[in-house]
C-alpha cells in the first residue's frame, strides 16, 4: 500500500511523500479477564479505531 502526500513547499513547489508500508492486520478490541479496567478498554478503543481510521491497521 503506498500512500501519496502533497505539501507545499517554499517557493510554491510541491512536495510528494510516499509512504510505503503494509496495512497491518486487525486487532481486536480487548476482552475477557479477570479484572475488567472499562476506562483502560476505552482508551485501547480510541487507539484502535484511530489507527484503523488512518489505514495503519486493517478495520474489522
Do not use: F, W, Y
Not at 9 to 31: D, F, M, N
Not at 36 to 52: G, H, K, M, T, W
Amino acid at each position: 500500500m503506498a500512500k501519496r502526500i502533497r505539501r507545499r513547499a517554499a517557493g510554491g513547489r510541491a512536495k510528494i511523500l510516499l509512504t510505503l508500508v503494509a496495512q497491518a492486520a486487525h486487532i481486536p478490541a480487548p476482552s475477557g479477564g479477570t479484572t475488567v479496567d472499562a476506562e483502560a478498554r476505552a482508551a485501547i478503543n480510541a487507539i484502535l479505531a484511530a489507527l484503523e481510521g488512518k489505514g495503519v491497521v486493517a478495520g474489522s
